[in-house]
């Protein structure tokens, strides 16, 4: 279970002045399109939060104009094929702008992940740069930037009024979104799906609770270190703003474990059948709970969250019982 990131990913500090600035256009163009598709998505019900990322996306496009600008004029008109997902340390974004129907908070979340990250991209980038002209250009969009992370507030003021902001979260409560609820959940979700298997194959092949209970520890403990490590190693934070690495290892890791703990602590009842019937609740109701998560705060749309999880748990459930029977 043990899985790292490919290591084919360039880290951003072995670019060159040519890759960043191609980097930067690539990125520019994908934040103009997608701030495009939330106006035609928000347009119908929404109206002035679309006005809003129509402006948004044609200063994404005047962004990618200036450093398409530059670069020609350093070196040529032959840009580097690179993107974000190649450079090791930017978030892999769930793309909720093709979600329907898309909800306001997620896109309020989103504006600010992909604004800060901008930002800090732009920083980064301006402290590598001896050129003085590509410093200046850097330094500019990365204020530039950083003024739009606050369009998520504009959102707000305009949709949720005063009693709704009093209840919202401001800059702090996005910061705790991204270092620990998102990759706790995510660890939540992975280690009670991924631990089924095991515990309920060492429950059948044995019918000893004791042993079971020790494989389900075993299973728990070891999704939960192989997690927190992936999360340490997916993203050091500096380009994405999504906090210190261990924070987020350790709120994934932990989270893991007790989602594997969930259905193995049932088995510290020594009568086996009603330990599995105890335990087979248990795993029910962690998977409603589940699909019940991804859709409050993932997004996810709560049919789809149930045929991901629901359905894929239960054959996961399945396969451990068929296994411990052969």
């Known amino acids: 279970m043990f899985a790292l990131r490919s290591s084919a990913k360039r880290d951003f500090s072995s670019l060159n ?24 998505r928000l347009a119908e019900h929404f109206p002035g939060s679309a006005a809003l990322f129509d402006g948004m996306a044609a200063e994404e496009d005047e962004h990618r104009r200036r450093l398409l600008d530059l670069y020609i004029e350093k070196f040529g008109t032959r840009l580097v094929p690179i993107r974000r997902e190649h450079v090791r340390g930017f978030l892999e974004r769930k793309p909720i702008w093709l979600m329907e129907p898309i909800a306001l908070e997620a896109v309020r979340q989103q504006v600010w992940e992909m604004e800060e990250s901008a930002y800090r991209f732009y920083l980064a980038a301006a402290d590598r740069t001896d050129d003085a002209e590509l410093r200046k250009l850097f330094g500019d969009l990365a204020r530039q930037e950083k003024a739009h992370a606050h369009a998520a507030d504009r959102l707000e003021a305009e949709h949720l009024g005063e009693a709704g ?19 706790g959940l995510a660890g939540l979700m992975d280690g009670s799906v991924s631990t089924l298997a095991p515990v309920f194959a060492a429950a059948f092949a044995t019918g000893d609770t004791w042993q079971t209970f020790l494989v389900g520890l075993a299973a728990a403990i070891g999704a939960g ?9 997916s993203d ?29 602590l049932p088995y510290l009842i020594t009568d086996f059948v009603t330990a599995t019937t105890v335990a087979v609740l248990i795993v029910i109701a962690e998977l409603w709970a589940i699909a019940y998560i991804q859709n409050r705060y993932m997004q996810t749309p709560f049919w789809r969250a149930v045929m991901q999880v629901v359905l894929g748990g239960s054959l996961v459930f399945a396969a451990g019982i068929l296994i411990g029977n052969a």
């Not at 702090?172 to 270092?179: D, E, I, L, P, S």
């Not at 270190?225 to 190693?233: K, L, P, Q, R």
């Not at 474990?257 to 969930?262: N, Q, R, T």
């Open 17 to 40: 002045a040519r890759e960043v600035l191609s980097l930067a256009i690539a990125a520019e163009e994908e934040d103009g399109r997608i701030y495009s598709e939330f106006s035609s």
């Open 165 to 183: 902001k009093k209840n919202e979260a401001d800059e702090a409560h996005r910061q705790f979104v991204m270092t620990y609820v998102q990759p």
């Open 225 to 233: 270190i192989s997690m927190g490590f992936t999360e340490v190693a």
């Open 236 to 264: 050091d934070g500096k380009l994405t703003g999504r906090g210190s690495p261990i924070k987020r290892g350790l709120a994934a890791g932990v989270m893991t474990a007790i989602g594997g703990l969930g259905h193995a």
